[in-house]
């Protein structure tokens, strides 16, 4: 990622989902990775659904900015669960990434979110 001109990191945070978007206009792309924790029976379809969802979004930066788009579902279960496809989207992501790692933030955070919401 280094040797990348990344000129733009955009992160923005909504609840539970990360949506993070890398430009590289020397080479012309742009990669849009969503990250999700959804419930352990939904982590099929959700990665599925980022997929849908971002579509248009991508649709319309290579029209109006001239880059190739990629759509980069990073799903992990609230338990740890992943999607067969998990490590080869992460291999797309610039960087050392390693789903030991993810899955642990994912029962982390999980373990947090259901004892904060359980003492209220």
Known sequence: M???QIIIIIIII???IIIIIIINKKGKTCTLIDVA?????NVVQKEA???LKYKSLCIEIQRMWNLKCTIIPVTTGATGIVTRSLRKNLEAVPGK??????????ITWNITHNTESTAV
């Open 14 to 16: 909504i609840i539970i």
């Open 37 to 41: 924790i959804p419930a352990d029976r």
């Open 97 to 106: 990434h390693s789903i030991d790692s993810l899955q642990k933030i994912a």
């Open 49 to 51: 659904g980022k997929k």
């Open 2 to 4: 280094h040797k990348l």
